[in-house]
């Protein structure tokens, strides 16, 4: 597998083009050599490199393990409506 250029370590790197949450997993594994990097992680690097930091804020990453977890931000949008015999109640939103 191709390492990352420099141009995807230089963004990497700037945590003013990346999302706060996600600098923790790149100072991780930014410097490990590629050769023992697993290949999935120099993969998600590229990935991240090659995305906005606003295409970047739905992507977390496990500390523990580095899986990615995907927020969709619909699932958890509640919307409150008031029932004359229940009085507030939650209901979810889906656009």
Do not use: C
Not at 26 to 44: C, G, L, N, S, Y
Request: glycine share 2%; charged share 30%; proline share 7%.
């Amino acid at each position: 597998m191709i390492d990352l250029t420099l141009t995807q370590r230089k963004k990497l790197q700037d945590p003013r083009l990346n999302k706060d949450h996600l600098i923790p997993f790149f100072q991780k594994w930014i410097d490990v050599p590629a050769e023992q990097r697993p290949p999935h992680i120099t993969d998600m690097l590229k990935r991240f490199a090659e995305l906005t930091a606003k295409d970047q804020a739905k992507f977390y990453v496990n500390p523990l393990t580095d899986e990615i977890i995907v927020l969709d931000y619909r699932d958890s949008y509640k919307t409150y409506i008031k029932s004359p015999v229940d009085g507030w109640k939650a209901s979810k939103y889906y656009s």
